[in-house]
């Protein structure tokens, strides 16, 4: 059996069976264990193998008819076969069977098993948690498994250790603690090299493990913003598992990891690469695995990314759409998921427990009879001044029943009225990103419109101008859209990139200084020449809508100046107008959403109130932070200081 388990561990399943097969047939006389064994390796090979679960528990039932009157005999093949059904209805979202399947284990190994086979149960219990996304709860049964793994032998302890301290990682990371998660990956990472030379069949196993956490830690680091860190440890990742001997679709994990990397630092050559390297193994069937649809949907995101940053607007509105009708097609097929499930299996299981705890009690019964016949007495003095006090309160009691019923009648209606609300956000949501993908196809029009305009050569200097900042705007319209679907797919990340920031503000005086002319303004740049890792499209915002107030706010004729300086690791960027200036009573006010401190322009220009507030949000995401200060006579100066960093 452990050298079918060699192969499944490898995802060499059909190589795995026919081992079983011929080994199983070549015995002469087959007991009870020989029985179980051979349908354990089936009901793993469907599971894990060929992704048919319905077929597993088939060989499941059969392992529980093989272990039948004998289950105390075979006591860790009946517990391991429990534990299975569990993994195999959990991976169906069936989470009361799972949990009941663990807990007769439990209670199995509490009264016939050591202290070592408990280990394997905390972990279930813990993945319970895990796959519910009660993550930093799922922790303390992790750790609960890393210690009574140590009453294992040693030749059991290696892959359990090793499989504990990476998914202790993994829920690090998933519940936001990364520091823990790095600090987690990296001694899992010297567990694996401590006992990689134990044996062969081990050294194969943790390499390829060593390769799973690599591609784990690569993930986290960038996360961390330590880049450099990122892209060593998942191209070491991806060099060992995208071996046909290993795990190629973890492999296929850290590609998507690395090329979104490549993506956001503008590196489109490595990014291209990577994502056909991944879409040929996809189509071909490479490392084929119960996680295929993820990988597909993860990189159906990433190729619409990558069109979006090479600001190629029709493949980009194409690759979004497959995206999200790929991934409606998968929640559609999830959303019937019965989320009462764990609490009915939970309220099951507490009743099975109640009913242990009665059946243990029954030695002690005949000495409490005794006790109980003394106490009647008592008892039936106590009903009787109770009877009597029932009969005066009885007229309380039924104005607090009356009184209960009404708070029960608005308890529903409360119900009522928050179901209606999640609807309506649900409907606003979807309404919103209709709008927004519909609102791609036109503006991707008028920027291929304009582009194509511009490859004609009789335009003036003064109207290929113009046409470029229509192009240009069109381009940032897009990258807004983008935005605003990412906002609405759940997504709390900023895709960040090197910008030149000289480049930028140049951009948005130009984009600006037409609206200033209409007022006889002007606009003056004086600026150093910094990069700095940020969104371009949210700064260009933030930067266009800060001199736009100052057009607004400022006496036609007036000067409006834009600065850029470096601060240490930081760069403060200023605006500078002659204006109109801000009240003391709307100074603590102005950077609120839908604030009332709202005033018209020199002539007349309207004010929606939420400029100021949504630069805010940008820039904080950003880590910098914005304010302002009024100047001695006129004007106001707004400052925006950005981090500077780097791709090492």
């Known amino acids: 059996m452990r050298k079918t388990q060699d192969f499944f561990n490898i995802n060499k399943f059909d190589e795995g069976m026919r081992y079983s097969d011929s080994a199983y047939a070549a015995l002469p006389q087959k007991d009870t264990l020989d029985t179980w064994s051979m349908y354990h390796i089936k009901a793993q090979y469907f599971f894990s193998g060929k992704q048919k679960p319905h077929l597993a528990l088939i060989y499941v039932d059969s392992m529980l008819v ?83 793994n140590a009453y294992c032998p040693e030749q059991t302890k290696v892959d359990i250790q090793q499989w504990n301290l990476n998914t202790i990682a993994l829920c690090y990371e998933k519940g936001g603690f990364l520091d823990s998660a790095a600090y987690y990956y990296n001694a899992d990472l010297a567990y694996i090299d401590q006992n990689i030379n134990i044996s062969p069949a081990e050294r194969k196993y943790l390499t390829s493990a060593r390769g799973i956490v690599c591609g784990n830690l690569g993930g986290t680091y960038a996360a961390l913003k330590k880049y450099k860190l990122a892209q060593n440890y998942l ?58 649809d993820d990988i597909l949907l993860r990189w159906k995101k990433l190729q619409w990314e990558y069109f979006d940053k090479i600001k190629d607007a029709a493949k980009a509105y194409s690759s979004a759409k497959s995206y999200y009708l790929f991934s409606d097609s998968l929640n559609e097929a999830k959303k019937n998921q019965d989320r009462v499930d764990l609490d009915e299996g939970l309220k099951e299981t507490g009743e099975r427990y109640r009913i242990d705890l009665l059946n243990k009690s029954d030695e002690l019964k005949t000495t409490y009879l005794s006790a109980t016949i003394v106490f009647s007495v008592l008892i039936l003095i106590i009903l009787g001044m109770a009877w009597y006090n029932l009969k005066r309160s009885r007229q309380d009691v039924d104005e607090l029943t009356s009184l209960n019923k009404l708070i029960s009648h608005y308890n529903l209606q409360m119900q009522d009225a928050l179901t209606a609300l999640e609807q309506s956000y649900e409907e606003n949501a979807n309404i919103i990103k209709i709008v927004a993908h519909d609102l791609r196809a036109p503006i991707g029009g008028i920027t291929i419109a304009v582009s194509k305009m511009l490859e004609k050569s009789n335009w003036s200097d003064s109207d290929r101008t113009m046409l470029r900042l229509i192009q240009n705007s069109g381009q940032d319209s897009l990258a807004l859209v983008s935005d605003l679907l990412k906002t609405h797919n759940s997504s709390k990340e900023i895709k960040k990139e090197p910008v030149n920031m000289y480049s930028l503000l140049a951009y948005c005086v130009s984009f600006m200084r037409l609206k200033a002319e209409e007022k006889g303004q002007k606009i003056e740049l004086d600026a150093g020449h910094f990069t700095a890792f940020v969104n371009r499209g949210n700064i260009w915002r933030v930067i266009c809508n800060l001199i736009a107030n100052a057009i607004k706010f400022s006496p036609p004729g007036t000067t409006i100046k834009v600065l850029m300086l ?12 002659c204006g109109i200036g801000i009240p003391d009573d709307m100074q603590d006010k102005i950077f609120d959403m839908f604030t009332e401190a709202k005033r018209q322009g020199t002539t007349g220009e309207q004010p929606f109130g939420i400029g100021l507030a949504i630069s805010k949000q940008i820039i904080e995401m950003h880590g910098g932070k914005i304010w302002f200060e009024g100047k001695p006579v006129n004007g106001t100066l707004f400052h925006v200081e950005l981090p500077i960093q780097y791709l090492n």
């Open 566 to 577: 470096k601060k240490e690791d930081n760069i403060v960027i200023t605006v500078d107008d």
């Open 66 to 148: 093989a272990l039948k009157n004998c289950e105390v005999e075979y006591g860790m093949e009946y517990m391991r076969t429990l534990m299975l059904n569990g993994d195999i209805l959990m991976s169906e979202n069936e989470y009361a069977g799972a949990f009941k399947s663990f807990y007769d284990g439990s209670l199995f190994a509490e009264e016939y098993l050591d202290k070592c086979s408990n280990y394997e149960l905390s972990s279930r219990m813990g993945l319970i948690k895990y796959r519910r996304g009660d993550y930093l709860n799922a922790v303390p049964y992790f750790k609960k498994s890393l210690a009574e």
């Open 235 to 292: 191209k070491t990742s991806i060099n060992i598992n995208n071996r046909p001997d290993y795990n190629p679709q973890d492999a296929k994990t850290a590609q998507l990891k690395l090329a979104g990397l490549y993506i956001s630092f503008s590196h489109f050559k490595q990014a291209k690469q990577l994502m056909h390297e991944i879409e040929t193994d996809l189509d071909a069937g490479k490392g084929k695995g119960i996680t295929d």
